[in-house]
């Protein structure tokens, strides 16, 4: 009997299931537009098309890859898995090596180095202002790639945060240069290839980046082992 009632609720809810779409009209429909509006903007700026085809193929490989870097520090805690983690930590040893090699090479020619002027003072507010951000990113579901994604999906709720996001970027940028004079400028700025030498700071932060690496993969073994 509770076979054939399992069975029944199986056939009725297979019944009532909407038939899918097919979605691959729209798909055509979207990259049609997207060529078009590419050609353009070419005719105004070939600058904005290249904005414009980078952003998109940004958004389509974020989107399939699911990368949110919210994702990346919420995932150790709520699931165990630690794969975006490890995805993060990749990513930052494969950039640390590529701008080191950029800016080695300018240092060498002899040119100024380029992004220096990125190179802020940290302080306790700096301590401060990532505990807010990482709150803030985990409460509204994402950071700000992850909410972009998700406005592209539909996510109402990630629309909401991001009419927040650029308000909160607005009120920051305009009162800027109040932040910088009174906090940012407190702090010290450090360029590890001035303290540790060029190949002394690259291996420091590889070897830091190795070790959180090894962190996060033991730290998920640990969880799945404690789950079974």
């Not at 520090?73 to 494969?94: C, E, H, N, W």
């Not at 992004?115 to 579901?141: D, E």
């Not at 033991?218 to 799945?224: L, S, T």
Request: charged letters at 15%.
């Amino acid at each position: 009997m509770a076979e054939s009632r399992r069975a029944a609720t199986s056939r009725r809810s297979s019944a009532n299931r909407k038939p899918k779409k097919n979605q691959i009209p729209y798909g055509f429909v979207a990259v049609f537009l997207f060529i078009a509006v590419a050609l353009w903007l070419n005719t105004k700026s070939s600058t904005l098309s290249l904005f414009w085809i980078t952003g998109i193929a940004f958004g389509f490989i974020l989107q399939k890859g699911r990368f949110c870097f919210t994702a990346s520090m919420r995932d150790p805690y709520l699931t165990g898995s630690t794969s975006l983690t490890r995805a993060v930590i990749i990513a930052l040893a494969l950039t640390t090596i590529s701008f080191t090699a950029i800016k080695y090479g300018y240092a060498s020619a002899g040119l100024p180095i380029p992004g220096m002027s990125y190179v802020v003072p940290i302080s306790f507010a700096t301590l401060i202002g990532a505990f807010m951000f990482g709150v803030g990113m985990v409460i509204a579901g994402g950071c700000a790639s992850g909410t972009l994604m998700r406005v592209g999906e539909g996510f109402y709720m990630n629309l909401l945060a991001l009419g927040f996001f650029i308000l909160g970027s607005l009120l920051g940028a305009h009162d800027f240069g109040w932040w910088k004079e009174h906090v940012i400028s407190k702090g010290t700025a450090i360029f590890l290839p001035d303290v540790f030498g060029w190949m002394g700071a690259v291996l420091l932060q590889l070897g830091v980046l190795l070790i959180l690496y090894i962190i996060a993969e033991e730290y998920e073994k640990k969880r799945g082992a404690s789950s079974h």
